[in-house]
């Protein structure tokens, strides 16, 4: 029996779209305005992606409900984040709760990992908070491995233009995204 509030997977997965965040899907990220504060760092995510210096990922579900999302920068002054050509990072990786557990967190990671690919990056990273062990897994089982602890401090400015600063202990995780080939010996 299904779990009130929860979509079946098989369902879901052949219902849900994932594709480039557009202007005005911004609104939409709020969810519902449990992320309103976020909205000036939502307006500089986008506007980073019309220089190619960043590309938004949402899935959205059949009635175009915002159910998931994952930010790539692909260039950053913080070179060792984002490097615009070898190194990727990602954040902004949410998905709602009543969607967790089946398989969009997975659907957005390999479609922004694709992206990556297709762009030539070798590597992707991204701070998982330490306290988020289910992220964590989630990362480690498509192998990404923890480099070092972060303290995770950061600062935003809210909707209402009030400055916060943020102390997330993270762990910075990093994955290869360079798919070994076996040597082919010639005859």
Request: charged share 25%.
């Amino acid at each position: 029996m299904d779990q009130p509030g929860k979509v079946r997977t098989n369902q879901l997965v052949n219902e849900i779209v994932i594709r480039e965040l557009i202007e005005s899907d911004l609104p939409l990220l709020e969810w519902d305005g449990q992320y309103s504060h976020y909205r000036r760092l939502y307006l500089d995510a986008y506007h980073q992606t019309l220089d190619d210096r960043a590309v938004m990922w949402v899935a959205t579900s059949e009635i175009n409900e915002m159910i998931g999302q994952v930010f790539v920068q692909l260039n950053s002054h913080q070179i060792d984040l984002a490097d615009g050509f070898y190194r990727a990072y990602m954040l902004g990786f949410r998905v709602k709760p009543e969607y967790r557990n089946q398989g969009i967190g997975t659907l957005l990671l390999l479609n922004a990992e694709k992206d990556l690919m297709a762009r030539h990056f070798q590597k992707v990273c991204l701070n998982v908070v330490k306290t988020n062990w289910r992220a964590q897994k989630l990362y480690e089982r498509h192998d990404y491995r923890v480099i070092f602890a972060d303290p995770g401090e950061w600062s935003y400015q809210d909707n209402i233009g009030v400055w916060h600063d943020v102390k997330e202990p993270a762990w910075r995780m990093e994955k290869s995204l360079v798919a070994s080939h076996p040597i082919q010996h010639s005859k």
